[in-house]
């Protein structure tokens, strides 16, 4: 884990402001229906999923939600071939076959977003399996929501990389709710990390707003799991400004809970730290701020203008 | 020829490929210490060690989620579900994860999987332990299903699976595990995909795979007394499906009888029979005939366990039904 200096700062800075502009962009579009189809969007939780990712090496894996988009950002994706994989275009990071609930790069080690709640737990379980056999020292990080801490598969994984001590990393993003339902109405056992309890894992939780305490607690367990000592829960508590779909009215929360989130905006508390630490001085996060803003505007246009897929790639990339 | 059993072909395929190949290694229930509940994988766990040959946790959806993350990421799983009836646990993770992964990635990952698993009626097990399934998994695309009927397929198909970049379920049954065929000494694979006729004959075809084609072959012989040519292909793979062998067996005969031992509705005769209409009406001088299982789950009493699936005398009824 790298010390934090202008270095890291800026790029930890500009990661999260990439997937906020990335995600207020596929918002617009959406409205504008350019974007068809879904998109659930990361806005809000950006602290945790680079927070996280900036622990990692380039060779350590991450199984992403179908709240992907964010994750994929941080483990070094393409805002370009993302944004047109979102559009389903020919230029997308999967050809425009997968979508926003399937963004993948298996070469930067993103072992994919999934439609499936908890549908990543068996794969990062098993990239954590295939390194213990091969004797590699890379760490898995395995991102879920709330939700997915209630199906089988997670109590299933658990259990199996707790007791072939996995190098897997369990990250909950506790953003309250799962589509519609709160973690108070789903979840029999309110305190999600004493669900790693029954297992022999060890869990923690953390300020998910924060990117800093997210990258002080998934570091530290990283290099526990790179160690071989098996695997880590962790409970990131976040939460995200969008509804869970487009379509989604949030008539199941409250203003006053949106407002009190907004207030604890991970952009807002990062560049406040560096600011009061003398680590990056205003202009310096203005000139971030614009750039991003051109790589977003020309990462959109080259997503809009890429062309769709050709008929016969229907039957292709099935098979190998 | 040397003869060897269904079983004992299984497992040197296995243990050829494991010796073979480093990536390769075993992952299920009971597989390890007990060798697996048929005994397909006896004695690789004192060969190879706890590495290789790994007993899992009962966690079916995470045998199948985590060997896909390992097929993923430089191994070659072969898992095992035990029993056909329990890929119900699994099935999430097997036809929304391990089937679409490449196709949702736009082809830029591969998954070197093979399921093993083992179906089929015959032990009085009741409904829990006696299901053929096979219509599922032909209903998904992005996987590929193998039933073979014999030794010698059993073996040269399961190295093939194991070797093969494309996940596949490959289905035993559990009848045959004691039955004896020859198998050479050499190594061999077969291909994947192609369906094999195991009797000749000119007056009409029976398109079957697994337990059924030995069902088939016997009843084929007994008609053969009485004057009536029969010839028997075995489909060896149910998808991809072997269009050309059919085709070919088809325009000879002009007249089709399929057996399978799966529930008539919804079943897999459904498909193949589609097929033949599909690729070869023309030739065709009688409706296609089906001898299937009951659509019924299956019953523990042995009389009623007889009855739920095709037997030689069945067989024999819709071979005389087609030529009418």
New interface residues.
Partial sequence: MGKLDKQLALKLLKQMMEIRKFEDKVMELLAKNIAEGGSHLYAGMEATGVGAISVLREDD?I?STHRGHGHAIAKDGDLKTLMAEILGKRT???????GSL?L????KGN??A???VG?G???????????K??KQDKVVICFFGDGATNN??FF??L??AS?WKLPVIYLCENNKYGMSVSVERASSVKDLTKKALAFGIPSESVDGQDVLAVREVVGKWVENARKGNGPAFIVSNTYRYYGHSRSDPRIYRTREEEKFWRERDPILIFSSKMKEMGILTEEEIKEIDKLTDKEIEEATEYAINSPDPEPEELY????? | MREITYRQALNEAIDEEMQRDKKV?IFGEDVAIYGGVYGVTAGLWKKYGD?RVMD??I?E??I????????????RPVAEIMYIDFIGLCM??LN??VAK???????????PLTIRTEGGAGRTLGAHHSQSLESWLIHI??I?VVMPSIPYDAKGLLKSAIR???PIVFIEHKMLYNIKGPVPEEEYTLPIGIADVKKEGKDVTILTYSRMTLFSLKAAEELEKEGISVEVVDLRTLFPMDIETMVNSVKKTNRVVIVEEDCKTGGTGAEIGMKVIENAFDYLDAPIIRVAGADVPMPKSRVLEKLAIPDVERIKAGVKEVLK
């Fill in positions: 894996y199984t997308g990071v999967c050809k425009g076959k997968g399937h993948a790069d298996l070469s072992l994919g999934n439609g499936i549908g737990i068996g794969i990062a379980t098993g990239a954590g399996l295939s390194i056999m091969q089988g598969i299933e994984c259990n199996m007791l292709t990339d099935l098979y190998a | 290694f590495e899992t946790p966690s959806n995470a199948v989620g985590t060997a896909l993350g390992a097929a993923l990421t430089g191994m999430d993770q929304n994860q992964i490449r196709y949702m990635f736009g082809g830029k990952c591969k998954v695309p992005g590929k093969e970049d494309n």
